[in-house]
């Protein structure tokens, strides 16, 4: 099992609707988490980081469900600028290794 | 320009030459790390400096690939005698020093394409 599991998708979905992407991981003692936005030949770069108690900013809002050892994204209002892979990232706890999954694509048409 | 900055972004060799890649870090980031990344795939774990000590190295890496950071600022990334399942990205991240939820920031990487 990979320790690190999304979606590949692709999720297609129209301007302004909400889209949301689960990201599962098999480490119970992973500590950090994030979620990584890397549009299409350029390099994965931070959305964002998932905190114990969920965030939001802006339109984007992130969950963390130890107990079934899976994080969220959700995307409301989507935009077509938000097409792009998201990328699921766990760190387990005491290492400072980053383990990414292989992403999710999203693809918002008119 | 104050990122990760990667040299070459890209890289055509027959199978069998040398390739070297070169990474320079975020000046004030201790950490460092190689990932390779194919098509339809997440990045994949190579291998980890803190400073110019490497760390940690995936089972990915086998013995054609060696990496180092001789002074704990830029790193290279040699791989011999190269294959065709070698092509892919190679992607050079770094962080700066600190507990839990500190950001990597990516290079925009070489692609590494073995004819």
């Known amino acids: 099992r990979k320790e690190v599991e999304q979606d590949p998708g692709p999720f297609n979905v129209p301007e302004g609707a909400t889209v949301a992407f689960n990201c599962t991981y098999s480490?119970?003692?992973?500590?950090?988490f994030f979620w990584y936005r890397q549009d299409c030949r350029k390099e994965p770069k931070l959305l964002m980081s998932v905190y114990s108690s969920g965030n939001e900013d802006g339109r984007f809002t992130a969950q963390l469900n130890r107990a079934s050892q899976y994080i969220s994204l959700l995307i409301r209002d989507s935009k077509l600028s938000d097409s792009a892979t998201y990328l699921c990232?766990?760190?387990?706890?005491?290492?400072?290794?980053?383990?990414f999954g292989r992403g999710t694509s999203l693809i918002v048409h008119p | 320009d104050t990122g990760v900055s990667q040299d070459p972004r890209h890289k055509i060799t027959k199978r069998g030459q040398n390739v070297t890649f070169r990474c320079d870090p975020i000046?004030?980031?201790?950490?460092l790390y190689w990932y390779r990344q194919t098509l339809g795939q997440g990045p994949e774990f190579l291998t980890y400096?803190?400073?110019?000590?490497?760390?940690?190295k995936s089972r990915l890496l086998s013995d054609r690939f060696s990496a180092e950071r001789p002074k704990g600022s830029f790193s290279t990334l040699e791989i011999q005698r190269t294959e065709q399942g070698d092509s892919a990205m190679y992607l050079c991240?770094?962080?700066?020093?600190?507990?839990?939820?500190?950001?990597?920031?990516f290079g925009q990487g070489t692609r590494l394409t073995v004819v």
């Open positions: 991240a770094s962080s700066f020093p600190g507990q839990g939820n500190t950001e990597a920031f």
């Open positions: 400096f803190q400073n110019e000590a490497q760390l940690e």
């Open positions: 480490n119970s003692a992973s500590q950090s």
């Open positions: 000046s004030e980031h201790n950490r």
């Open positions: 990232v766990v760190k387990k706890g005491g290492s400072y290794i980053p383990t």
